[in-house]
């Protein structure tokens, strides 16, 4: 599925991201209109999950064969992982900073469309 990345959400409310930028360096312009503005502490890469879906037609075998092959999962693991969307609806393949989640969402959307499977995967925020 083709997303583009989301925006950062606003997380002034989330208190664990009070007193995040440093008061000591907030000023956003020097006298010359130079941008200073700094952060005191760099933000971890903000995490993604890869959902897979169920649906009623791609076989159980292609579903473990996608995520042994891109996901790297053990049979046992990777059938564990399968069974679970196939009664649930929905299960989480992973998750990975946005770049690599949204690589892995590709190539399993590529990997069915090639095997005319309608299998569907996608992005949630961690
Ligand atoms: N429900 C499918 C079937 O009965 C199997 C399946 C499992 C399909 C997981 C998709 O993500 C899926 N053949």
Redesign the pocket.
Known sequence: MHMHRPSEPDMSADPRCAGDDDSRHSGSNDQLGIATKTRAKPKKPSQFKVL?????????E??VMVLKRFFHMDLEQATRV??H??QRGV?VCGIFPYEIAETKVNQVMDCARQNQHP???TLEKA
């Open positions: 897979m879906l169920n649906d009623d037609y791609t076989p159980m292609f579903v399968m069974l969307v196939h299960g299998l569907q995967c």
